[in-house]
């Protein structure tokens, strides 16, 4: 059998198997119990338009101050494991290992829970504000790992180049090193942004006053109230409207990197 040919019958076997799952699922599921659970207009009804003008409003807010505070804080930790000063190495690195190696939802039951105990002291903003103070100290962890990578990744002749014009260090960390390197970084951190949306999710956790809460948690109360599913499917579609953008944000810059390339 030629290749050619062996490899039209891999390839028709794939659609094959795609179609027998696909025909599968639409045989096993149970279309109208899920129409009752998840498509219930009542319970639709009482969820709009909360849903939009305090979850979903409360969830991006969430997002972007989580993801602002592990941006400054991840910039630090990326210089402080770059430097030449080896304890300033140490603690980056104990501090990137630590909070990478745990749950983002062990450290925020810590923050929301055991540090009031440990340290008689409650982060500000409350509940929401210890839950928002974890995710800064996790996803800082994450993006500090990414914005040292960018700045190794900036060709080493910039530098020299910057030196030879007589710029300080400083300068051309900030000048010259910083903007090449969140150029190079943009694709991943817009990426981490997208997980801290889903991540804050995770917020129930440390407890929430009603017009505190994201979408996960107001789908949840919503639900015990309801007793329908269609809430977590509103809140589904919310989370969808405002990561899919981001998603294919993130593979239109990682197509003009490659291009630029």
Known sequence: ???????????????????VAVVLVLLVADWEAARNSFLDAGSAQASWPVIVTTAAKNTVLYTFIAFLGGLALGLVLALMK???VAPYRWVSTAYIELFRGLPALLVIFGFAFAVPVAFNWRPPGGSV???LLALIIVSAAYIAETIRAGIQAVPKGQVEAAKSLGMSPTWTMVSVVLPQAFRIITPPLTNELVIIIKDTSLLF???MALGDRELTTFARDMVSQTASATPLL???AGYLVITLPLTQLVAYMERRQKMGQ
């Open 205 to 207: 956790m440390a407890g």
């Open 129 to 131: 504000g210890a839950g």
């Open 82 to 84: 770059l430097s030449p």
């Open 1 to 19: 059998m030629k290749p050619s040919t062996r490899r039209r019958l891999f390839r028709g076997t794939l659609y094959a198997l795609f179609v």
């Open 234 to 236: 509103m809140a589904a």
